[in-house]
Every structure is written in structure tokens, then in C-alpha cells.
């Protein structure tokens, strides 16, 4: 099981520290060693599937990382059934997506650099879904954040994407120090950081506790999930090569927050402010990003606003109670599958278009690019919810599940997600309509073509999972019993049904169908320049609801006005009083300089003046 | 008897060979100030002698003689030797050992 | 002899083959500073072998009567917070030496003075380290200054004889208030029967609770000088801009490690009432250190200036570890001390190498040289992320030991603590994103990237960071019997978890 992590981890050394020396074969190497990390997972899977429910989950331990005083972490890993479906997902779309990048990345003379930091993003988000303590995770955690900014940074050169790099970071940063604090308070709590430990201590933590740190852990799951309100770095993210938007912030690294948030169900499940909090978090977001994605013309940032709103989707089921994670975990997966495939056909549109992102320069490229239309086209059929296609069977179930909670909260909740089913119509219709079909609006430099096997190929596969998965992994209930050891679901699964399956799927449908058939109406001529005349509404999705506004506002220009008036402060005030001390003392040695004239009249008369002075005393005291 | 008469030229003298020091910048002259003081405290030793009975005074004053004497022999070859390089006499000018 | 006593007089050894040497010859002087520093390096390393895991205590400890009439004695002991930190000054020297192999060219005075002062301070860090008399620190402590101000006022850039003034004299400042202390807990020994200056008999003494008060600000005013701690810090930025690298690697990487060793060694063995008292008011100094350091940090435009702000930062950092009064904030901080000093080393000599290329050390100058010298852009990068305390290098190990131990005792400490990991991100990628990323700036073109010899020096520094990262264990196992021994001295015991109690 460490090999799964080793692996991917010496690879991205190796190709880091060899440096030009490995040019020639470090993309291979970094493929290779991805493929066989998921050869890894799938026997892990299989050997699992052997045993009965209760065996499944193994613990392994490399060694013993820090032990002071009552804190005792070892580095080990826990391969349960939870981990397993993420292990297959990295390593699973990581070694498509790595075989896409050969082709996509061939005229980069840095190709190399890229393939060691895709192997490092393997090794690191592996980790983060092995690790069998808080702390381990945190590793993790903190490691993909890295890849991720040195993949959205990889064209540094351009000050632009430097910046955004810089963006990722810090918000994942804030994200994580939620987690830190969760973390803290566990073992001030608990005396432990493991996932075994906490989960036996919750039941005599107090509610307080509790919700302290779930809401910690919602932070870090904001923080790395680009959940309401860290999530403005996820546009800005869209700076990387676009397959690193597929595999880290569309299918996997983007996800680790409903990971976290699933793994620390014993949590959630204890607390119900937490709960609200999810749910507030997951709604809010689900929201914001349909609404952000309608307004976008850079494909990959419309896909990135629907990657936001996806997750929502996920965070909400996760409040939901214990049967909620199955479902997150569910649409994680097939979102996984159609989400990379489409940001794959983004990229393959912009690699026949000379990297143009601007949908209003595409238009009927669907003759020209047929495969990456068609694999496009069934990822879009998934994320809309159409039957019989993945995103029906996993994103219905989170609606329902929504509604069934009762009462206002249900109805809230439910009719929040059905909005944005219909919101998501609209704005993935709109990216279909604008880039494949309609007239062409390229200018006529362009030619674009469909792209080599190596990248079509991964596609396809991506296409296949996003018509198959959601079936496959509801048949029989299939994924709600493989994970229900890890997440107690069994005491939830008999809960109420308000509305019937049907009356949903039908009611999501309808909603759907309505959005998609605005858009078709709407978008039928599309200008090749955004129009600068549109509704306040399009202004403010434009700009991502002034969600970069508020953070100058309220965070950059205060922190800068700060900075500027503490190193003033440091010069002027702090140094300023050590210097007056100095100053003082100088001012005053001047004066007394002047008496050493160096006339020996001068000093006999200081001396006769003491003397003087002296015996005037000695005849007051004693007269 | 009265000895406040010889006090009270004690003090003269000396105050008049300690203005003599403070003021003058001939080395010579300051040289005789301050032989006028060593003489104004000789006198008022004496005087204390005479009036207490006893010859204590008068050997101090003695000793104060001697080394009026030696003081003379050194000073006033320091004096000729700085003459002698610089031309003057007056204490201002010989400040070699200043800055 | 004993070999921590040759581990201290090796590099004096080499001070005088340096008087011998030839001035015009200075890669004759260079080559035996270097062997001298090497050789001191493998005397440590056998220390590490003889030294007993596990054995709390002074080890390999010597005596000799110095002056009887006070009971002075040369008495030296190591344990494992002694050692680690003297390990990381004889592995530091070499570097500095290998790292620097022209930086002392073009000072005041020659090339053979500027290395023996640094062996010179090499063997007062060593002993200060070692010192387990209490006079013997504190005459050691007060010499230190007298090389350090040379390598500063000599060999530096920009205003170097002001700065180096300024440090001597915050320096002295601090020492005279310890010299006060000294004496008098000399006074109290001598009340109580018999006057020493044995630190494990000190710690023994019976000491009113307002003396303590007075007698633990001594030596805390001290220490909070030395280390620095916010508002005594002022002295650092001006002497890291006007030191060469080799210098600031010795003076931030080893030098302020005495301040908050003397915390741990004297402030909480001697003192653990008015430890007890004094720790509330001294966190919330270290709070402020850590946001104030960074924020400045933040603010700077000079590189080296820049590095000295986050060294204050992580000084509250490790002041906060050693105040919260728990085993993992005690071992967090003597760890983080080790790793603070290869961190910062790691930083000032690739920013050496860049100011030296660049001719400049305004951090607008540089800019874009990820594509032209991709390894030192890495090796800078890295330290960075050291200094962000990245998961996996060793910083991120003890920042949090220092944060979860500050947090069972001080939750809100610790959460405001938290802030500085956001603070230090932002200062890291700032810097690491205006100097290596965006455009070439115009006057880089040229910028040779790194040579065998400065590989070489960088090499085992990052080495060190990625190992003590990824296996801290054999650190902590040196430094955990002695935080327990501390502990107990101090009269603290660990907060015990509250749920199930």
C-alpha cells in the first residue's frame, strides 16, 4: 500500500532532480508509474471485495513519525472502503489524464517539469486519502495544495498566472488552518489525532467541542473544495494547463473537502450545527457557481463555475445526515468521470483552436472536432441529470435526499438544489450551443482539427464512465452498502420518504428541460464581443458576484494599508525610540564636552568651585 | 594673642595666588602663584603652631618648603624646555595633548 | 582529554593555525578554516556517538575549579537540547565556510581575520551551549559579542558600523541585566549555605516569589534581546542587511538560538514561579512577535531585511513553544530552533548567491529567474516552503508541536497563532513569486546558475530539511528526555485531554 504513495513520489524526485537529463523519457516514466499505482489500487480493490464488510479496512504503518509526550502519530495509512473508490479515482483518471498530457504538453520544453509535478499531485493526494490520522491527511492535504500551485503557476513567466497561483495557495492556506485548528482540538479534546481515536471519542465530547470542530473542518473543506466564501481562487486556477484544471480542480484534488467532510462523519453526525453549517455552505455555493457559470465566455472558467456548483451539490449531501454521504460520494465519482472528460474536450478544443478560451470565438466546431464533440456531449448529458446517463442517478439522489429532510429546511434545501439543476441547464447548454454548434466566428488563422489518439482516447474513456458509472454504482444499491461500515448509514436508511423517487426525477427533468431550451432560444446568434449592454445580474456574475471586490475590500487593501503602517511604524516609532535614546545621550555628551576645553586654569577651577562648594556643605550640615 | 591678624593675610595671599593661577596664562607667572599659595599656607601653619604651643606647624611647614623646591627644579624645566620649542610661555599655547 | 572540552578548543586550534598562516595566501586560509571546521564537525559527530539516548541529565560533563574564591568552575555538560544545538553549529560552520568561499573578500580587514573570527565564534557557541555553569554562560555569553560585532562592522555592506554598534549595544544592554540576576542568585546560594553558580544546584535553591519575579526578568530581558523577541528586535533587520550571509546564517541561524535556549536552560529551571507568573504576559509578546514579523516581512523590499522579519516571526513562534509550559511546545520549540536554523541558512545563502550575482539586494531587481537558473530558483523556492513550514520539510513538524501544545493550555494563543501559517504563506509567496516568477527583469540575462561549490554547501541544508521532515524521530528522541527533565523542573505537567476525563 505505501508503494502507492512511494512510487509517484520518488518518480517526481527523480525527474526533478535529474533535470534536462531526463527530457527525453521523464513523460513516459511519470505514465508508467501512474498506470501502475492504479494497477496498485485496482488488486487493492479486488482483494478488498474479497473480504466480508467488516475485514475490508487495513491499516498499515511505515513508521513512527512524532511522539512527544501523550501525542503519539505514526506515518500509516488506512485502506478502507472509502479511500479505495478515491484511490481508483486519482490513480484511474490521474493515468488518463497523464496520457493525455503527452500529447497536449509535446511542445513544451518544460514537459518534464510538468509530469514530475502530476506525479507529486499523485503522491500527495493519494496520501491525503490514505492517511489514517488528521495529521496524515494534513500532509497530504498541504502536498496537493502545493502541486496545485506549482500546476496553476507552470507558465510563471506570465505575472498573471503567477498571481493566480499565489491566489490558490493562500485561500487553500486559510482552508487549512481550519483543518489545523480541527486538529488541535481534537487532541486538547481527545489526546489523539487519529480517525479511530476521534471517532471513539466523540460520543463523550461535548456538543460544543463538537461543532467546533466540524466547523474547523468545513473551513479546510471550503478552503479546498472553493466552497462559499474561499471560493474565488478556483477561477483564477484556470491559469494551468488545462489538464491540470481536468485532474486536480475538476475531478479529484477540488473533491478532498467532501472526502474530509465524509471521513469525519462521527463528527457531523454528533453535531447538528455543524450539519447547518454544511448545508448553509453547500447550498450558498451550489448557488453561486450555476450563477457564476452563466455569465462566463472562457470555457474553462464556465467549467470551473460548474465545478464549484457541483461540489456544492456534494457538501450539501454530506449535511444531510448519514445517508447523504453515500450520495456525495456518488455524484464525487461520476462528477469525477464527465466533469474531466468535458475539461479534456475543452482542451482538446483549445489545442485545435492555437489555445484560444474565448467561446465567443468558437462556434460549429462539431463537424470539425466530432470525437471531442460526442465524448463532450455525453459528459453534458451526465451533468444535466439526463436519464439514463451518470449525473441522473447521483444528482436526483441528492435533491431527494434534500427534500426528505421535511418540513422548511426540506423544502429549502430541496428547492435550492432543484434551482440549480435547472441554473445548470442553462449554463452548460449555453457552453455546448456557443463552442459546438451555431456558425463559426474563428478568425481565419484557425484551424482547428480533431486531435491525436492520445488524447482522444482518454476521452472516450472519461465519456464511457460518464454514461455508465451512475448506473453501475447505484445498481443494488451498490455504493450506499460497500461504504455503509465507514459512514453508519444502516440507521438512516429506513428514514422517511416525502417525495417519491419518480415525482423528483420528474420534477428535475422538467426543470432541466426548461433551462436547456432557454439557452437554445437564447444563444441561437451569439456576437463573437460579450455585449457590453446587459442586465446588472450578467454584470455581477461576470465579475463572480464582486466576490474579488469584497476580498480587496475587506482583506488586501486593509492588510496592505496594515503593512505599510506597521513598517512605518517599526521605522519611526519602535527604531525612532532606540535612536532617541541614542540621540539623548549624544545630545548630552555634547554639552558635557565643552567643560574638557583642555585649559588647566579651567580645571582648577571646577576643582576650586568643588572645593567651594564642598566646605559650604560641610558648614550648613554641621552649623 | 590673636591670631585672626596672620589668618586673615593667610587667605590674601592665597586667594591672591589661586586668582593668579585661575587668570594668567604665563606659565612663569602662574609658577609664582602658585609658590604665593604654598607661602600663604605655610604662614597659616606657623601661625596654628605658634598658637597651639607646639612645633608641629612649623615642621609640616617645612616640608611644604621642600617641596615648594622640588616642585621649582621640575617646573621650571618644563617650563624652559616648552620655551625653548615653542617660543611662549603662556599655558594655551601648549595644548599638544589635546585632540 | 574530555571530548566535549576538544569539541569547544578545536576551532580555537584552528584560530591560531589561521595567526600562523599567510595573509596574502587566503586560499591556504580558506582550506584550513575549512578543515578546521570539518574536523570540529566529526568531534560533535563522536559526541553523538557516545552520547546515551533516552539518559536524562548532563553528559559527558567536566569540571575544573576556575576562580575558588566564588566557586567558579569551568563545568561543562551536554544534554540532548545542548547537543542538537551544537550539532547544528558545527554543521553550519562548514557551510558557511564552503557557501561564503568569497564573501569576506573586499572587508574592512583581510580575509584571514574574517575566518578567525568565525572560528572564534564557533568555539563560544559551542561552549555557550555547553556551559553548565552559570558564570561561565555568562562570560561566554557577553565574549560572543566581541567577533560578531567585527564580522558585522568589517565585512558587511551599506551602513555595517552602525548596525554592528547597534547590536553591541543592545547586546550589552541585555547582559547587563543578566550580570544583575547572576549575582544575585550567587547572593541567595551564598544566604542558603554554600555559593555556586552550578546551574543544577541553583535550580534547587529556595527563592522568594518576588525575587523570582525580579531575578527571571533579568535574565528574560536578556534572552528576548538576543532572540529577538518583539519590541527588542530592531537590531536584527540592521544587522542582517549590513552582514554578509555567512554572518546572518551564524548570527539569526545559531547566535539567537542562545536567547531562547537561556529561556528554556535558566528562565524555567531556575525561575518556574515567576515562570508561572510572567507566561501569559510573555505569550501574548510572542503573538505579537509572530503577526508583527510577518507583517513586516511582508512590507520589506530589501531581501535580507526580509528574511530577518521572518526570523522574528518564528522566534514568537518558538517563544510561544517554550512558555506554554507543555512537552510538545517545549520539544516543538528546541526542534524548531534546529530546523529555524537550517531554514534561515538555507535562505540567506541562496540569497547570497542572488544579491552577489544581481549586485543588489532590492527584491524588485530580481524577477524570472525560474528560466534561466532553474536550480537555485529551487533551492530558494525550497527554503521557502521551509519557512512556510511546509508538510514534509522539518519546519511544519515543530511549528506543529508548538501549536497543538500551546493549544491545550492556551486555545486562543494557539488560534491566533494560526494566523501567522496564513501570514507566512503570503510573505513566502510574495517574495518567492517577485524574484523567480513573471518576465525577466532586464539585467538577469546573464545570471549563471549555481556551481559545483555552491551545490555543494546548499546540499546538505535542504538534505536536512527533507529528512527531519519526513523523520523527525531521532531529533526528538534527543530532545524529549531533556523537555521532561525541563518540565519537571519547571513544575509543569501536561494538560490532560477533556473528553472522558
Not at chain 1, 432543484?418 to 456558425?439: C, D, E, H, K, Q
Not at chain 1, 458509472?469 to 447505484?474: A, M, R, V
Not at chain 1, 535612536?579 to 576650586?608: C, F, P
Not at chain 3, 523527525?472 to 528526555?481: N, T, V
Request: proline share 3%.
Amino acid at each position: 500500500m505505501v508503494y502507492l504513495i512511494a512510487l509517484p513520489l520518488l518518480s517526481a524526485a527523480l525527474l526533478l532532480v535529474l533535470g534536462r537529463i531526463a527530457d527525453k523519457w521523464g513523460h513516459l516514466l511519470a505514465t508508467f508509474i501512474s498506470a501502475t499505482t492504479f494497477a496498485i489500487g485496482v488488486a487493492e480493490f479486488f482483494s478488498m471485495h474479497g473480504q466480508s464488510g467488516g475485514n475490508r479496512a487495513v491499516t498499515q504503518k511505515v513508521f513512527e513519525w512524532i511522539a512527544v509526550g501523550n501525542l503519539k502519530v505514526d506515518a500509516s495509512l488506512l485502506l478502507d472502503q472509502l479511500s479505495i473508490c478515491f484511490v481508483l479515482l486519482i490513480t484511474g483518471v490521474g493515468t488518463l489524464i497523464h496520457i493525455y498530457s503527452i500529447a497536449y504538453m509535446e511542445h513544451d520544453k518544460d514537459r518534464r517539469r510538468f509530469f514530475a509535478y502530476l506525479n507529486l499531485f499523485i503522491a500527495a493526494m493519494l496520501l491525503l486519502v490514505l492517511g489514517d490520522s488528521y495529521l496524515n491527511l494534513y500532509v497530504g492535504w498541504e502536498g496537493v495544495g502545493l502541486a496545485s500551485y506549482l500546476l496553476i503557476g507552470f507558465w510563471n513567466q506570465n505575472p498573471a498566472y503567477a498571481v493566480a497561483a499565489k491566489k490558490a495557495f493562500i485561500a487553500n492556506r486559510v482552508g487549512d488552518v481550519g483543518l489545523s485548528i480541527a486538529i488541535m482540538i481534537s487532541f486538547a479534546q481527545f489526546g489523539t489525532v487519529s480517525f479511530v481515536g476521534v471517532k471513539a471519542g466523540a460520543a463523550h465530547a461535548s456538543p460544543v467541542a463538537l461543532s467546533a470542530i466540524g466547523a474547523m473542518l468545513l473551513l479546510a473543506a471550503a478552503g479546498k473544495s472553493a466552497q462559499f466564501p474561499l471560493q474565488s481562487w478556483l477561477g483564477d486556477a484556470m491559469a494551468g494547463p488545462t489538464p491540470v484544471s481536468a485532474l486536480i480542480h475538476a475531478a479529484t484534488m477540488v473533491t478532498a473537502g467532501v472526502y474530509l467532510i465524509t471521513r469525519s462523519n462521527f463528527i457531523f453526525d454528533a453535531s447538528s450545527t455543524a450539519r447547518i453549517l454544511v448545508v448553509t455552505v453547500g447550498v450558498i455555493t451550489l448557488l453561486f457557481g450555476a450563477i457564476v457559470g452563466t455569465a462566463k465566455d472562457d470555457i474553462k472558467k464556465a467549467l470551473a463555475a460548474s465545478t464549484m456548483s457541483q461540489i456544492g451539490y456534494m457538501i450539501l449531501a454530506t449535511g444531510l445526515g448519514p445517508v447523504g454521504y453515500a450520495f456525495a460520494i456518488m455524484h464525487l465519482l461520476t462528477h469525477g468521470f464527465f466533469k474531466a472528460g468535458m475539461f479534456l474536450g475543452a482542451g482538446s478544443v483549445m489545442h485545435g483552436m492555437e489555445d484560444e478560451v474565448n467561446m465567443r470565438k468558437y462556434g460549429g466546431l462539431a463537424r470539425l472536432m466530432p470525437i471531442t464533440a460526442v465524448t463532450f456531449g455525453l459528459g453534458y448529458l451526465a451533468i444535466l441529470g439526463v436519464p439514463p446517463f451518470a449525473g441522473f442517478y447521483s444528482k436526483d439522489k441528492i435533491i431527494e435526499t434534500a427534500f426528505n429532510q421535511g418540513g422548511g429546511k426540506g423544502i429549502l434545501l430541496g428547492g435550492a438544489a432543484l434551482i440549480g439543476a435547472g441554473i445548470t441547464a442553462f449554463y452548460m447548454t449555453r457552453v455546448v450551443v456557443l463552442t459546438f454548434s451555431g456558425a463559426r466566428r474563428w478568425k481565419d488563422g484557425a484551424h482547428p482539427h480533431e486531435s491525436s489518439i492520445l488524447m482522444w482516447a482518454p476521452m472516450v474513456v472519461l465519456a464511457i464512465g460518464s454514461v455508465a458509472s451512475g448506473f453501475l454504482l447505484s445498481f443494488g444499491s451498490s455504493l450506499v452498502n460497500w461504504l455503509q461500515p465507514v459512514v453508519n448509514a444502516s440507521n438512516a436508511v429506513g428514514g422517511k420518504e416525502l417525495m417519491k423517487p419518480l415525482v423528483v426525477s420528474l420534477l428535475a427533468l422538467v426543470v432541466v428541460i426548461l433551462g436547456a431550451g432557454y439557452a437554445i432560444t437564447k444563444y441561437r446568434t451569439v456576437p463573437d464581443v460579450a455585449p457590453e449592454k446587459v442586465s446588472l445580474f450578467t454584470k455581477a456574475a461576470r465579475k463572480d458576484l464582486y466576490q474579488d471586490d469584497l476580498n480587496d475590500a475587506l482583506l488586501v487593501k486593509p492588510g496592505k494599508a496594515l503593512t505599510l503602517g506597521l513598517v512605518a511604524t517599526d521605522n519611526y516609532v519602535i527604531d525612532g525610540a532606540v535612536r532617541l535614546v541614542g540621540w539623548v545621550l549624544s545630545e548630552i555628551s555634547d554639552v558635557l564636552r565643552k567643560i574638557q576645553n583642555g585649559y588647566v586654569r579651567t580645571y582648577a577651577l571646577i576643582m576650586l568651585a568643588g572645593i567651594f562648594i564642598g566646605a559650604l556643605i560641610i558648614w550648613v550640615v554641621t552649623a | 594673642m590673636d591670631i585672626s591678624n596672620y589668618l586673615y593675610l593667610s587667605v590674601i595671599l592665597f586667594t591672591i595666588g589661586a586668582l593668579g593661577v585661575l587668570i594668567r596664562r604665563n606659565a612663569i607667572v602662574i609658577f609664582m602663584c602658585i609658590e604665593l599659595m604654598l607661602n600663604a599656607s605655610n604662614l597659616a601653619l606657623v601661625t596654628f603652631s605658634r598658637s597651639n604651643g607646639n612645633l608641629d606647624g612649623q615642621v609640616a611647614s617645612f616640608f611644604t618648603m621642600v617641596v615648594a623646591a622640588c616642585e621649582v627644579v621640575v617646573g621650571l624645566a618644563i617650563i624652559v624646555t616648552i620655551y625653548r620649542s615653542r617660543r611662549s610661555a603662556s599655558v594655551d599655547d601648549a595644548s599638544l595633548l589635546k585632540n | 582529554m574530555n571530548l566535549l572540552t576538544t569539541t569547544i578548543l578545536l576551532p580555537l586550534l584552528g584560530t591560531l593555525a589561521l595567526a600562523l598562516a599567510p595573509r596574502g595566501n587566503t586560499r591556504l586560509i580558506k582550506i584550513i578554516a575549512l578543515i578546521s571546521s570539518l574536523v570540529t564537525l566529526v568531534s560533535s559527530l563522536l559526541m553523538l556517538t557516545k552520547y546515551k539516548f533516552g539518559v536524562t541529565g548532563f553528559q559527558l560533563a567536566s569540571s575544573h575549579s576556575w576562580f575558588k574564591v566564588f566557586n567558579i568552575n569551568y563545568a561543562v555538560g551536554i544534554d540532548g537540547l545542548a547537543l542538537v544545538l551544537i550539532l547544528l553549529t558545527t554543521v553550519l560552520v562548514p557551510i558557511v565556510v564552503v557557501g561564503g568561499w568569497n564573501e569576506a573578500e573586499g572587508g574592512r580587514w583581510s580575509v584571514k581575520t574574517f575566518y578567525m573570527l568565525i572560528l572564534a565564534l564557533e568555539m563560544f557557541l559551542v561552549a555557550v551551549f555547553a556551559a553548565t555553569d552559570l558564570f561561565l554562560f555568562y562570560v561566554i555569553f557577553e565574549v560572543m559579542l566581541i567577533p560578531v560585532y567585527f564580522l558585522i562592522g568589517g565585512y558587511g555592506r551599506g551602513d555595517r558600523a552602525a548596525a554592528a554598534l547597534k547590536f553591541l549595544l543592545y547586546s550589552l544592554f541585555g547582559g547587563l541585566l543578566m550580570l544583575a540576576a547572576v549575582i544575585g542568585l550567587f547572593v541567595i546560594s551564598l544566604r542558603q549555605g554554600h555559593g555556586s553558580f552550578d546551574v543544577t544546584t541553583l535550580s534547587h535553591l529556595k527563592i522568594s516569589h518576588n525575587t523570582q519575579d525580579w531575578l527571571f526578568l533579568g535574565f528574560f530581558i536578556a534572552f528576548a534581546i538576543k532572540a529577538p523577541l518583539f519590541p527588542f528586535h530592531t537590531w536584527l533587520p540592521a544587522a542582517a542587511r549590513s552582514a554578509t550571509p555567512g554572518t546572518s546564517i551564524l548570527v539569526l541561524g545559531v547566535l539567537d538560538k542562545v536567547g531562547t535556549y537561556g529561556m528554556i536552560r535558566f528562565c524555567l529551571t531556575l525561575f518556574p514561579e515567576a515562570t508561572k507568573t510572567f507566561a501569559p504576559y510573555i505569550i501574548v509578546l510572542s503573538l505579537l512577535s509572530i503577526i508583527y514579523g510577518a507583517f513586516l516581512a511582508i512590507g520589506q523590499k530589501d531581501l535580507n531585511s526580509l528574511i530577518a522579519f521572518t526570523s522574528i516571526s518564528h522566534f514568537g513562534f518558538i517563544v510561544l513553544g517554550i512558555f506554554a509550559l507543555t512537552s510538545q511546545g517545549i520539544t516543538g520549540a528546541s526542534l524548531y530552533m534546529v530546523n529555524h536554523g537550517f531554514s534561515t541558512a538555507a535562505l540567506f545563502l541562496v540569497g547570497g548567491w542572488m544579491v552577489q550575482r544581481r549586485k543588489s539586494t532590492q527584491v524588485e531587481d530580481f524577477g524570472g529567474l525560474q528560466r534561466i537558473t532553474p536550480v537555485m530558483a529551487w533551492c530558494f523556492f525550497i527554503a521557502g516552503l521551509s519557512a512556510l513550514a511546509l508538510p514534509g520539510l522539518s519546519s511544519f513538524v515543530s511549528e506543529f508541536l508548538v501549536l497543538i501544545g500551546t493549544f491545550t493550555r492556551y486555545p486562543a494563543a494557539a488560534v491566533i497563532g494560526t494566523l501567522g501559517i496564513i501570514l507566512a504563506a503570503l510573505y513566502v509567496l510574495i517574495l518567492v513569486q517577485r524574484s523567480l516568477h513573471g518576465p525577466l527583469q532586464e539585467g538577469n540575462e546573464e545570471t549563471p546558475d549555481l556551481n559545483w561549490r555552491e551545490k555543494v554547501a546548499i546540499a546538505p541544508v535542504i538534505l536536512a530539511l527533507v529528512l527531519l521532515g519526513f523523520y523527525p524521530k531521532p531529533a526528538i528522541h534527543l530532545i524529549d528526555p531533556a523537555t521532561s527533565q525541563i518540565m519537571l523542573a519547571a513544575g509543569a505537567s501536561d494538560p490532560t485531554p477533556l473528553a472522558g476525563r
